[in-house]
């Protein structure tokens, strides 16, 4: 911490509060070194440069590396390195864990998954994983976050089983009305009912106030006459 400009931070707000300076002049001088150097630092710095790994020890199984980094999904750990013939292995941290404080334990732990749990009744296997947004069970094709309070490294087969099955009526209930063969369905959402294809979501117009009659027509003029979402990265380029 640069205790000599915390200081002189307090000074000139202090100055404010009494009335002794304007805080827009303050403002706009403060704003214009701080965007500068924020300019500059844009243009020179890389990605290698901001995800700087954060080393752990050795992986006493294999003797490699493991160290922590952020990626584009999040925390995440590595044993191994890019340069190795194998390549490295990566897993997600869990919430609560940060990069400055886990430990390798913590980290090395994070690779025993996924776990094997059992059968379903139906036989299927269910394991549980570690993913993108944090742990879940898996039973075929379905998959159920856990809860906050159920940790994946001692959720037992009952508790998984229990995941899949809310899932499972989840969707059996979200779901009003379903063409197969042209793979789209007419679904229950957070803001009313809407048409996908999978890869478009369309809120059905409120003249269609009945989702059960939908007829498959008029689901493929909606999806036609969907507006695209607007490409964010691209106009996020267009301010710089």
Known sequence: ????????????????????????????????????????????????????????????????????????????????????????????????????????????????????????????????????YGPYVKCGKDNASLKQDQDPGTIDLEAALGLITEKREFDANRLIKAFAEQGIQVLRGRYGPYVTDGKKNVTLPKTMNEPESVTLEECLELIRNAKPKPDKRRSTRSRK
């Open 1 to 132: 911490m640069d205790y000599e400009f915390t200081a002189e931070m307090e000074g000139e707000l202090d100055a404010i509060s009494r009335g002794e300076k304007k805080w827009k002049e303050f403002m706009k001088h403060f704003w214009g070194d701080f965007s500068k150097q924020v300019m500059e630092k844009d243009e020179t710095l890389t990605r290698a440069d901001v995800n700087q790994p954060r080393a752990l020890g050795h992986d006493p199984k294999t003797g490699k590396p493991v160290s922590v980094r952020l990626g584009r999904y999040g925390p995440y750990t590595q044993i191994g390195s890019r340069d190795d013939e194998e390549p490295p292995r990566f897993a997600s941290l869990l919430p609560g864990q940060q990069l400055d404080s886990i430990t390798l334990d913590e980290a090395l732990a994070l690779f025993a998954f996924p776990r094997q749990l059992g059968q379903s009744h139906e036989g299927e296997p269910i394991t549980v994983n570690m993913g993108r």
